[in-house]
């Protein structure tokens, strides 16, 4: 009789091991789940993400030569080359690209970057673009590069 | 728990990280940057780029190189150098420490380092998706005991508990790992934006303690950046009788520019700087048009490189060291990626640096790395394996072909489909290979089995899938299964994975120098078996032809099939490509034949593999519309 009981408590004792074990694996399972789903929403959206801005780095070199055209095309004056220059913008639109339009605005440093100070009244204006900036869909690529107004007082101070 | 973040809180950058799965990451900034610029506009409470772009309007609210006034006294040497230097007000404030004015209001260093802590912070709470509280950050090993009081507060000021202090030096040894390497001297070379610091450190009881440090603290990036655009301005002037450095909007871009051509020459021997219409001249606008070689930017900036030697020789004379007990050199910002800079520090020790992590990072995860030992977060990795070599079977002509491919993280398992490769063949050998080469020779066999009772059928028919499946304990299970009848033999091989480092190096450099051999051998092999085939289904199409093609025909086509195989075996595979496609144009024949005869059954494509017979029977359509042409050019070869 009393080994019966020893064997019973012995496989109870069993029992609970192995179902502890068992609740030990099942979340240890649901966690390594939930963990390998996450990282496929977080795939999913980082390649979205990717293919959005994949062109990010050859837009920017791009900007570059578009600056060097664009002083060209004020030297030359020539239409073809204007022609030329206004195709170039157009296929950077239709991919994203916008110009941050910065003239006779205020200063934002968020979207500029002030590399000269010129006297004027019309305070912490923009009253020139020097080099322009770029979004690429809702991303800075490139802040805008401007002159901004400074009364005179304060310009010696 | 939250997580602690990791800070390198710097002169001019600072960097974050934190430990995610075990390992160090890099928090990018809200502007997507690995760094961000330790510059503040307390008035407009603005930080980082942000307030770096608006540095020419308000010089004198836009504060940066804080750190050279941290936790000093305004009497200090240092405060009254940088006085002169620095464009913002300093004034001496509470119990003499330096402090800064701004619009009429003092800020100490502190307060102007917590804005960019809080930037940081504000940065991992976004990135982490959670609050952070805690932090390790990062001080020069010469800071004093005021010094580090200061940057503890800046980071209580910012909602920050500071868990730890640490030295820079001690964090990039860190990030490398060197403690558990028991490299017991470590040299730390520092040459960032705007200071060089060297340190001496000695490891003792497993933590690192430093032995010496020196330096200079006016010597850095922004230096080298200068006499590079003084060298292009003095050029330019040479030729053109303009100075560069007189128009505010030329000197922008040249300062670009030489930043640009001097992170172009780290990588290549020569840098194109193109600055078209930088300014005008008397006869229209003149272009800056020049190329930069690395011996001539190593020739403008060596005084620059040299001069850091005698401090790390002061360095070392105090930490009482001959250069050669120094055991590992760790290279930390910017500067350091500079080859002659490398080469320099190389040349000095008689070793290479340690270069793998990137330098502007290294001591933010060398922080982050004991932000991670705090948190027993770097004890809690549970390391998954993977396979170290590619496992597969052999098939036929002694082609390897891979079912995992190496890397793979375990446990994984992988099935594919095969076939017998001879007519009324019924049994297949499994042979286990586990290698990177393309031939079955020259990987390592683990086993072999034979799976038999295969129904007799075409070669081709026959479905035999193999499942390879390796466990977590690195176990590999591979079987065969006889679609057709259940029929299935397995092999179990155990320490698959259990090669020892040296043999998957040795296996791994093998397949490397083999490449393109290998490469060709598999073509060869691939281009005979296509021929075998091809005799093989020519054979068949004569047979099922029977007399309904012209003996004619059936001769060309015999004669063709022996041509092919005789020289199956010692052809080349341009031979063999040339033999097996004169054998499938004479085959069309057939084709047409079959097609002409209105009597004609279709052939049976049972048997043959479906995707020669479509081929083939659209050979024949194409074939049966321009028939003419086809015939005469072949009576011509």
Partial sequence: MNKKTDICQQLEKQIKELQDGNEGLKSKYLRALADYQNLEKRVISQREETAKYAAEKIIKELLAVLDTLKKADQHLNDSGLRLGVGDFLRVLIENGVKKIEVLHKKFDPNFMECVEIVENDKEDEVIEEIRAGYTLWDKIIRVAQVKVGKKKTQVKN | ?637
């Fill in chain 2, 1 to 637: 728990m939250s997580k602690i973040i990791g800070i390198d809180l710097g002169t001019t950058n600072s960097c974050v990280a934190v430990m995610e799965g075990g390992s160090p990451k890099v928090i990018h900034s809200a502007e997507g940057r690995n760094v961000i610029p330790s510059v503040v506009d307390p008035v407009k409470r603005v930080v980082g780029d942000v307030a770096k772009r608006q540095i020419v309007i308000n010089p004198k609210s836009t504060i940066f190189s804080i750190k050279r006034l941290v936790g000093r006294k305004y009497s200090d040497k240092s405060v009254q150098h940088d006085l002169k230097l620095l464009p913002y007000a300093i004034k001496s404030g509470r119990d003499n420490m330096a402090v800064v004015e701004v619009a009429g209001k003092t800020y100490t260093p502190q307060e102007i380092s917590a804005m960019v802590l809080q930037k940081i912070k504000a940065d991992a709470e976004s990135y982490l998706g959670e609050k952070v509280t805690e932090a390790v950050i990062t001080v020069p090993a010469y800071f004093d005991d005021s010094q580090r009081q200061a940057t503890k507060q800046a980071g209580e000021i910012a909602g920050l508990t500071v868990k730890r202090i640490l030295n820079e030096p001690t964090a990039a040894a860190l990030a490398y790992g060197l403690e558990k390497k028991h490299a017991h001297t470590v040299a730390v070379y520092d040459l960032g934006g705007g200071t060089f610091d060297i340190s001496v450190l000695e490891l003792g009881e497993g933590v690192y303690e430093v032995k010496a440090t020196n330096g200079d603290t006016h010597l850095g990036g922004d230096d080298f950046d200068k006499k590079i655009l003084d060298y292009l301005a003095d050029e330019f002037k040479k030729e053109n009788g303009v100075d560069l450095r007189k128009d505010p909007q030329a000197l922008q871009r040249l300062r670009d520019a030489a930043e640009k051509a001097k992170i172009e020459l780290s990588s290549s021997l020569e840098a194109e700087i193109n600055l078209p219409f930088i300014t005008q001249g008397k006869e229209g606008p003149l272009h800056l048009v020049t190329k930069l070689t690395r011996s001539k930017l190593e020739s403008i900036v060596g005084d620059l490189i040299d001069s850091t030697i005698a401090p790390v020789e002061a360095c070392l004379k105090d930490a009482k060291l001959t250069k050669d007990k120094i055991d590992e050199i760790v290279k930390v910002g910017g500067m350091t990626r500079m080859p002659k800079v490398i080469e320099v520090v190389e040349k000095f020790f008689g070793k290479e640096p340690n270069r793998s992590v990137n330098p502007d990072e290294v001591v933010a995860v060398g922080a982050a790395v004991q932000a991670g030992v705090l948190t027993g977060e770097v004890r809690d990795v549970v390391l998954l394996d993977v396979t170290p070599l590619t496992l597969g079977v052999e098939t036929l002509g002694g082609v390897m072909t891979p079912l995992i491919t190496r890397n793979t993280t375990v446990p994984t398992s992988k099935a594919e489909i095969f076939s017998t490769a001879a007519d009324n063949q019924t049994s297949v050998e499994i042979n286990v290979l586990q290698g990177e080469r393309p031939m079955a020779a020259d990987n390592k066999s683990l086993g072999r089995f034979i799976l038999d009772g295969i129904p007799p059928a075409p070669r081709g028919m026959p479905q035999v899938e193999v499942t390879f499946d390796i466990d977590a304990n690195g176990i590999l299970n591979v079987s065969a299964k006889d679609k057709a009848t259940g029929k299935s033999q397995s092999i179990k091989i155990t320490g698959s994975t259990g090669l020892s480092k040296d043999e998957i190096e040795k296996m791994t450099k093998e397949a490397e120098a083999h490449a393109s051999e290998d490469s060709d051998k598999k073509e060869k092999i691939e281009t005979r078996n296509k021929a075998d085939n091809m005799i093989y289904v020519a054979e068949k199409s004569l047979k099922d032809a029977g007399d309904k093609v012209s003996a004619e025909i059936k001769k060309e086509v015999e004669e063709k099939i022996s041509a092919l195989r005789g020289i199956l075996e010692s052809g080349t595979k341009e031979d063999l490509e040339v033999k097996t496609k004169d054998l499938s144009d004479s085959m069309q024949k057939i084709g047409q034949a079959m097609y002409q005869n209105q009597q004609a059954s279709s052939p049976k494509p049972a048997g043959e593999k479906p995707t020669g017979d479509d081929k083939n029977g659209e050979d024949k359509k194409k074939n049966n519309v321009k028939k003419e042409e086809v015939q005469e050019g072949e009576v011509v070869s």
